[in-house]
């Protein structure tokens, strides 16, 4: 093919009706077809993908983009010529994308507006229709967010026949309760969606007379020819054939290679690649930025130049390829914004030897983006592009191909975002409790951010990063602070600047600007401070203040003239995985894949779809119950990403086991009168157990650590695998569905279902929590938990009861109370008396119930109940029922049950 275009002009013997043309390569030979389409066709991307999903809503905004490129012809390599009749059917570059988080559907009218939120990963099949046989398959799916991109698929078709090929997208989803939803509105939504390309199969060529093609042979006089024996006729005959020929191929040559690229140039433009197969989006992320950059690969492009009013064409080299690049550089926002100043990144495109610059991109600080585009000739084939990325020295890459990325000084950049940070303790006023002095100033800290680079500082050195505090300083009010004695006061005001110290991890901070974004006439001006530390550590901020203030003119002199206040505050960041697999050797098995061997165990590594079986639930740890998720498997990883991927070595396997407390941590129960020492988390060992064998996970984890994932390499298959906490001294292994502490309710039912109807208006709250160790009680022998109820009330606003009988609303009573009311906590199945914590206490016709606690088992599920008493009297005034009961005692229930068991 890269030979280019030809002609030639042969003299043949006969009328050539019977003309054909053969080709012949692997020991096969095929003969030329009549309206046949070009071996080889490609779709272009797809606006969207028709709905298939229910009708019952007309529009759905799914933003879902398909592309189905087709291929169909004799030979594949790799998959050699097809059999005699056959012809090879490649589905290669097909994906989905979606851009949007979620989902909109609208009613028929186009009126009510639903999101829905992605709650799974998404699924596409591809199918050939009439094709029953299961295509060969080369890797797997790829899912990338909500998009897909299609492993190569290839099946054997009829060579005559017209082939459909259809792409079906299906992603689940749940309805967003925050957002406005008619009623009625289905809890889940499955976006499906799809779309098709009709690949038209071959008619054989008819002969003249319309009937199949075929051989036609006719009797031809020998004597005719005999002129061909003179050999000056035969001489000019030849000479005037090669020359007809060679003008032929040196035209077909130069019409050929008129819009063909030189290896190494570009033009600026935005071409569309006609034969285009592949067309991907990458991210590079730098500080301050973020370049997004799509690469689409072909041979063949164009463009409309609207100022010529023409058609711009261009062909690749010789052996070579088209790059059409567009990219964007987004400007970070917030506290990221900042760390890069003016500096520009250097986009370039690379393939064997030759490399071209696309872009020296840089956002200036009034644009949140610039974006650009560039069409590029490269050698080699797409297999050897790479995208390169060099910011102040530094470089990073990907694959075009693999997606692939080499990160390098910018990998801390990638990380996953964490669970936040947790306060630490704030001195905020004098140590001495009894001192005269209350302050009115503050330690000020926004927070902490990590960057490998940082603007007048450049990159950090080798396995360090910047950590940024922003926002740090001194926030005083108008008197600084107070001085009482009896009846003797003094106000204070500040003098002079505050003194601020800024440490992490004990490292003070020796480099400050002023906060970015700071209005210049803001009162309490503060400051960012930068330290150098170790790449991913747990990082401890603690901010100090000292205020000097002096003692207000015409206060009581009897208070001090000056005093200084030292206040501080401070946050805890955990430690931040990085985003390469790190592999910890320790195991003791021959190598697998990515040298791995059983006892390893493997940060930072992320599952693709269908890698694992998961097994979700909840385990016991110290202060509350834990979500974690189990994954065995016996590869992890994609082999195009950063970490790659990792296989078990034979005879074991991998197990991922990922936590994450703010997924339905909702706070311990606090026994009342606990310490301060019962009342700090006391930490939980994690440890996997399979096969006969323990594995550490986590030492001590507390619920502010955030969460966390792991990888272990373990013997034998892993089907027994399951993790252990260890909480004082005991272990424990079940997992429990649903959530560890149940919400209140709004109202009580009628205990007794009497035949009148009462308006008692009486609201319920009952709040439940099961778990091991509770502050004040410690943790629960083992097969058992503690359940407490705690903060339950049973609440009246109106003074009166007004009761109807059954079926007559015109017969009503209205009653008084007489009495206090009480209320009883039960546990059904329980019979031992709970421990109860102080007393229940009413207020007016309201009861706001004790903590109480019981040991219940571990496995099984248990129902509460909570019950509400009134005793009234009838008010015969305000009454229109004759007959009625002179008394009325107001009994109302209701109960929640944990789901366990």
Same mark, same amino acid.
């Given at each position: 093919?890269?030979?280019?275009?030809?002609?030639?002009?042969?003299?043949?013997?006969?009328?050539?009706?019977?003309?054909?043309?053969?080709?012949?390569?692997?020991?096969?030979?095929?003969?030329?077809?009549?309206?046949?389409?070009?071996?080889?066709?490609?779709?272009?991307?797809?606006?969207?993908?028709?709905?298939?999903?229910?009708?019952?809503?007309?529009?759905?905004?799914?933003?879902?983009?398909?592309?189905?490129?087709?291929?169909?012809?004799?030979?594949?390599?790799?998959?050699?010529?097809?059999?005699?009749?056959?012809?090879?059917?490649?589905?290669?570059?097909?994906?989905?994308?979606?851009?949007?988080?979620?989902?909109?559907?609208?009613?028929?009218?186009?009126?009510?507006?639903?999101?829905? =939120?992605?709650?799974?990963?998404?699924?596409?099949?591809?199918?050939?229709?009439?094709?029953?046989?299961?295509?060969?398959?080369?890797?797997?799916?790829?899912?990338?967010?909500?998009?897909?991109?299609?492993?190569?698929?290839?099946?054997?078709?009829?060579?005559?026949?017209? $082939?459909?090929?259809?792409?079906?997208?299906?992603?689940?989803?749940?309805?967003?309760?925050?957002?406005?939803?008619?009623?009625?509105?289905? =809890?889940?939504?499955?976006?499906?969606?799809?779309?098709?390309?009709?690949?038209?199969?071959?008619?054989?060529?008819?002969?003249?007379?319309?009937?199949?093609?075929?051989?036609?042979?006719?009797?031809?006089?020998?004597?005719?020819?005999?002129?061909?024996?003179?050999?000056?006729?035969?001489?000019?005959?030849?000479?005037?054939?090669?020359?007809?020929?060679?003008?032929?191929?040196?035209?077909?040559?130069?019409?050929?290679?008129?819009?063909?690229?030189?290896?190494?140039?570009?033009?600026?433009?935005?071409?569309?690649?006609?034969?285009?197969?592949?067309?991907?989006?990458?991210?590079?992320?730098?500080?301050?930025?973020?370049?997004?950059?799509?690469?689409?690969?072909?041979?063949?492009?164009?463009?409309?130049?609207?100022?010529?009013?023409?058609?711009?064409?261009?062909?690749?080299?010789?052996?070579?390829?088209?790059?059409?690049?567009?990219?964007?550089?987004?400007?970070?926002?917030?506290?990221?914004?900042?760390?890069?100043?003016?500096?520009?990144?250097?986009?370039?495109?690379?393939?064997?030897?030759?490399?071209?610059?696309? !872009?020296?991109?840089?956002?200036?600080?009034?644009?949140? *983006?610039?974006?650009?585009?560039?069409?590029?000739?490269?050698?080699?084939?797409?297999?050897?592009?790479?995208?390169?990325?060099?910011?102040?020295?530094?470089?990073?890459?990907?694959?075009?191909?693999?997606?692939?990325?080499?990160?390098?000084?910018?990998?801390?950049?990638?990380?996953?975002?964490?669970?936040?940070?947790?306060?630490?303790?704030?001195?905020?006023?004098?140590?001495?409790?009894?001192?005269?002095?209350?302050?009115?100033?503050?330690?000020?800290?926004?927070?902490? +951010?990590?960057?490998?680079?940082?603007?007048?500082?450049?990159?950090?050195?080798?396995?360090?990063?910047? =950590?940024?505090?922003?926002?740090?300083?001194?926030?005083? !009010?108008?008197?600084?602070?107070?001085?009482? %004695?009896?009846?003797?006061?003094?106000?204070?005001?500040?003098?002079?600047?505050?003194?601020?110290?800024?440490?992490?991890?004990?490292?003070?901070?020796?480099?400050?600007?002023?906060?970015?974004?700071?209005?210049?006439?803001?009162?309490?001006?503060?400051?960012?401070?930068?330290?150098?530390?170790? +790449?991913?550590?747990?990082?401890?901020?603690?901010?100090?203040?000292?205020?000097?203030?002096?003692?207000?003119?015409?206060?009581?002199?009897?208070?001090?003239?000056?005093?200084?206040?030292?206040?501080?505050?401070?946050?805890?960041?955990?430690?931040?995985?990085?985003?390469?697999?790190?592999?910890?050797?320790?195991?003791?098995?021959?190598?697998?894949?990515?040298?791995?061997?059983?006892? %390893?165990?493997?940060?930072?590594?992320?599952?693709?779809?269908?890698?694992?079986?998961?097994?979700?639930? *909840?385990?016991?740890?110290?202060?509350?119950?834990?979500?974690? $998720?189990?994954?065995?498997?016996?590869?992890?990883?994609?082999?195009?990403?950063?970490?790659?991927?990792?296989?078990?070595?034979?005879?074991?396997?991998?197990?991922?086991?990922?936590?994450?407390?703010?997924?339905?941590?909702?706070?311990?129960?606090?026994?009342?009168?606990?310490?301060?020492?019962?009342?700090? %988390?006391?930490?939980?060992?994690? +440890?996997?157990?399979?096969?006969?064998?323990?594995?550490?996970?986590?030492?001590?984890?507390?619920?502010?650590?955030?969460?966390?994932?792991?990888?272990?390499?373990?013997?034998?298959?892993?089907?027994?695998?399951?993790?252990?906490?260890?909480?004082?001294?005991?272990?424990?292994?079940?997992?429990?569905?649903?959530?560890?502490?149940?919400?209140?309710?709004?109202?009580?039912?009628?205990?007794?279902?009497?035949?009148?109807?009462?308006?008692?208006?009486?609201?319920?709250?009952?709040?439940?929590?099961?778990?091991?160790?509770?502050?004040?009680?410690?943790?629960?022998?083992?097969?058992?938990?503690?359940?407490?109820?705690?903060?339950?009330?049973?609440?009246?606003?109106?003074?009166?009861?007004?009761?109807?009988?059954?079926?007559?609303?015109?017969?009503?009573?209205? *009653?008084?109370?007489?009495?206090?009311?009480?209320?009883?906590?039960?546990?059904?199945?329980?019979?031992?008396?709970?421990?109860?914590?102080?007393?229940?206490?009413?207020?007016?016709?309201?009861?706001?119930?004790?903590?109480?606690?019981?040991?219940?088992?571990?496995?099984?599920?248990?129902?509460?109940?909570?019950?509400?008493?009134?005793?009234?009297?009838?008010?015969?005034?305000?009454?229109?029922?004759?007959?009625?009961?002179?008394?009325?005692?107001?009994?109302?229930?209701?109960?929640?049950?944990?789901?366990?068991?």
């Amino acid at each position: 093919m890269a030979d280019g275009a030809a002609s030639v002009t042969l003299v043949v013997a006969g009328d050539a009706s019977d003309a054909r043309l053969e080709s012949s390569f692997g020991g096969r030979t095929f003969g030329s077809v009549a309206g046949s389409t070009p071996t080889r066709t490609v779709s272009s991307s797809y606006p969207g993908c028709e709905d298939r999903s229910s009708k019952t809503w007309r529009t759905t905004h799914s933003w879902v983009t398909c592309t189905l490129p087709v291929y169909r012809g004799v030979y594949v390599p790799g998959l050699g010529i097809a059999p005699a009749g056959k012809e090879w059917l490649v589905v290669q570059g097909a994906n989905t994308t979606r851009e949007d988080g979620y989902v909109s559907v609208y009613d028929a009218h186009d009126k009510a507006d639903v999101d829905y =939120a992605p709650t799974g990963p998404p699924t596409v099949s591809v199918t050939v229709d009439g094709v029953s046989a299961k295509p060969r398959v080369a890797g797997r799916d790829r899912v990338l967010g909500d998009g897909v991109r299609v492993a190569t698929r290839a099946w054997l078709v009829p060579a005559t026949d017209s $082939t459909t090929v259809r792409l079906r997208y299906r992603l689940p989803t749940t309805l967003v309760p925050a957002h406005s939803n008619p009623a009625g509105t289905p =809890a889940t939504y499955l976006v499906d969606v799809s779309t098709t390309t009709t690949y038209p199969g071959a008619k054989r060529r008819s002969g003249r007379n319309g009937s199949p093609g075929h051989n036609v042979h006719r009797d031809v006089n020998t004597h005719e020819l005999r002129w061909w024996r003179r050999r000056s006729v035969i001489a000019v005959a030849l000479l005037l054939v090669a020359a007809v020929a060679l003008s032929a191929v040196l035209f077909g040559r130069h019409e050929a290679d008129k819009d063909r690229m030189a290896v190494g140039e570009s033009r600026q433009g935005d071409y569309a690649l006609s034969d285009g197969s592949f067309n991907q989006t990458y991210h590079f992320a730098v500080p301050g930025a973020t370049l997004s950059v799509s690469a689409a690969v072909g041979h063949e492009a164009s463009m409309v130049d609207r100022a010529a009013g023409e058609l711009v064409t261009a062909d690749a080299p010789s052996g070579g390829q088209l790059v059409q690049l567009h990219w964007t550089l987004f400007r970070a926002t917030g506290e990221d914004a900042f760390t890069a100043g003016s500096h520009a990144s250097r986009l370039v495109v690379r393939s064997q030897q030759t490399s071209v610059l696309v !872009a020296s991109a840089g956002v200036a600080p009034a644009r949140s *983006y610039s974006e650009g585009e560039r069409l590029v000739a490269l050698s080699g084939d797409l297999s050897q592009l790479q995208l390169t990325l060099t910011f102040e020295g530094r470089t990073q890459s990907i694959s075009v191909a693999t997606g692939q990325r080499q990160m390098g000084a910018f990998a801390p950049l990638y990380r996953p975002v964490q669970a936040g940070r947790a306060p630490a303790m704030a001195q905020e006023q004098p140590r001495d409790p009894s001192s005269p002095f209350v302050w009115e100033c503050r330690a000020a800290l926004r927070g902490m +951010t990590r960057t490998p680079y940082l603007d007048g500082l450049g990159w950090a050195s080798q396995g360090h990063e910047w =950590a940024v505090v922003s926002a740090a300083g001194a926030q005083v !009010a108008g008197p600084a602070a107070r001085w009482t %004695d009896g009846d003797h006061a003094a106000s204070y005001t500040a003098v002079g600047t505050p003194g601020v110290s800024v440490t992490v991890n004990g490292e003070r901070a020796t480099t400050s600007r002023r906060t970015a974004g700071l209005d210049d006439d803001d009162p309490d001006p503060t400051r960012d401070y930068v330290v150098p530390i170790r +790449t991913g550590v747990a990082a401890a901020v603690r901010v100090g203040v000292v205020v000097s203030a002096e003692r207000d003119p015409g206060a009581d002199t009897r208070a001090p003239a000056r005093t200084t206040m030292r206040v501080t505050t401070g946050m805890d960041f955990p430690a931040v995985p990085d985003p390469r697999s790190q592999v910890s050797r320790t195991g003791w098995s021959p190598q697998g894949g990515h040298g791995t061997r059983v006892g %390893d165990r493997i940060e930072g590594l992320t599952a693709s779809s269908g890698q694992l079986t998961e097994q979700h639930g *909840y385990l016991p740890v110290a202060f509350g119950a834990l979500p974690i $998720t189990v994954g065995t498997g016996t590869t992890i990883g994609d082999p195009d990403a950063g970490g790659g991927e990792v296989r078990a070595p034979d005879g074991a396997s991998l197990v991922q086991v990922s936590w994450d407390p703010k997924l339905g941590f909702g706070g311990p129960a606090v026994w009342p009168g606990s310490s301060a020492r019962d009342r700090r %988390d006391p930490g939980t060992d994690l +440890t996997l157990v399979t096969g006969g064998h323990r594995y550490p996970l986590a030492k001590a984890f507390v619920m502010a650590d955030g969460a966390a994932s792991v990888t272990l390499v373990v013997a034998g298959d892993a089907s027994d695998a399951r993790v252990e906490s260890r909480v004082g001294g005991s272990s424990f292994t079940s997992t429990i569905s649903g959530e560890a502490r149940d919400g209140g309710y709004p109202g009580c039912e009628d205990t007794l279902k009497t035949s009148t109807q009462s308006n008692a208006d009486v609201s319920c709250t009952l709040p439940v929590y099961r778990g091991v160790y509770v502050p004040g009680l410690g943790v629960a022998p083992d097969g058992k938990e503690w359940l407490v109820v705690q903060g339950a009330s049973a609440t009246r606003v109106d003074q009166d009861v007004t009761v109807y009988a059954t079926h007559a609303d015109s017969k009503r009573a209205v *009653y008084t109370p007489t009495g206090p009311p009480t209320v009883s906590v039960t546990v059904d199945g329980v019979s031992a008396k709970p421990r109860v914590a102080g007393s229940d206490t009413v207020i007016g016709d309201s009861v706001q119930a004790a903590t109480r606690a019981w040991l219940v088992p571990a496995t099984n599920s248990t129902t509460v109940r909570l019950r509400y008493r009134l005793p009234t009297e009838i008010v015969p005034e305000d009454s229109h029922w004759p007959g009625a009961p002179t008394t009325h005692e107001v009994d109302v229930s209701t109960a929640t049950t944990d789901g366990r068991g």
